[in-house]
């Protein structure tokens, strides 16, 4: 397997299990440093790495009216204030070709969303940039369909390359987490992180909005490093009912030590 590496921070082989955490989208700056700082706080008294994570857009909302972010000039002043001020390395999904350039400047990391990962110019313009891609299989994709998908992004020489299970659909407005599918991508020879929290995601599942069931992120997680993963993905908020976005599948701040200090356990075990 090969090991990606975010400003010192080593993903794969043997190494740590990583971090990707934050709100799922910017809310506002006060809250992206408040949550920054907690969490780095969290991770760093507990040894693990951390990446923070946030979105300057949710392009890919159901309904209109959904909250989608501050857009791209805007988002990416608070990601980079975040960057500069809390001394963390940033992840951000980009939803069009004409965002990379510009979030590639700030982002150590550029993530391209489970609907567009078969979207072949997005995947080759972030890989062009020569940042980190994180390519989320798609809900509706088997693990080995993302092997093509790897091709794209390896074809313009970036091998700096992770990828993220988010769960798989079940039916309507559901979806499930097959764990084989961790060991099958991590064939492939990339690190592979496991999104606990849209793997409990409910889309749709409010009629105009998803839904979650945040109840099953901890053990979901424990089950996922368990199995064998190289990082946890999870969507965090101070107060996840009053979040903007994604707020039923979010955990709360308050329950992340917890958590980490069980996943650090089971880690170590396997080691």
């Not at 590496?5 to 190494?15: E, F, M, P, S």
């Not at 975040?82 to 001394?87: A, E, G, L, N």
């Not at 707020?247 to 650090?264: F, S």
Request: aromatic residues 6%; glycine residues 8%; contains cysteine.
């Amino acid at each position: 397997m090969r090991e990606v590496k975010v400003q010192g921070i080593k993903i794969g082989r043997n190494n740590s299990l990583v971090l990707i955490a934050g709100p799922c989208v910017i809310e506002s700056e006060s809250l992206c440093l408040k949550t920054a700082k907690m969490i780095k706080g969290i991770a760093s008294e507990l040894k693990i790495p951390y990446i923070f994570k946030s979105s300057f857009d949710k392009a890919n909302r159901l309904s209109l009216d959904s909250f989608r972010g501050p857009g791209l000039k805007k988002g990416l002043e608070v990601l980079a204030k975040v960057k500069d001020k809390i001394k963390v390395p940033i992840l951000t999904d980009i939803h069009c070709s004409k965002e990379v350039a510009a979030a590639a400047k700030v982002a150590d990391i550029l993530q391209i969303p489970a609907f567009l990962c078969r979207q072949t110019d997005i995947v080759v313009a972030a890989a062009k940039t020569g940042r980190v891609v994180n390519i989320k299989k798609g809900q509706f994709l088997a693990p080995w369909d993302i092997l093509p998908i790897i091709k794209k992004a390896e074809s313009t020489g970036n091998h700096n390359i992770i990828i993220t299970e988010r769960g798989t659909s079940f039916g309507y407005n559901n979806l499930v987490t097959d764990f084989r599918a961790l060991a099958i991508m991590r064939d492939f020879g990339y690190p592979v992180i496991y999104d606990a929290t849209h793997s409990v995601q409910l889309p749709g599942g409010k009629g105009a909005s998803s839904g979650g069931q945040r109840q099953f992120v901890e053990g979901l997680s424990r089950a996922a490093v368990a199995f064998g993963c190289d990082g946890l993905f999870l969507e965090v908020h101070p107060d996840p009912d009053k979040a903007a976005c994604d707020g039923p599948n979010m955990i709360d701040l308050d329950l992340l030590a917890r958590l980490l200090r069980q996943v650090k356990k089971i880690k170590e075990a396997l080691i």
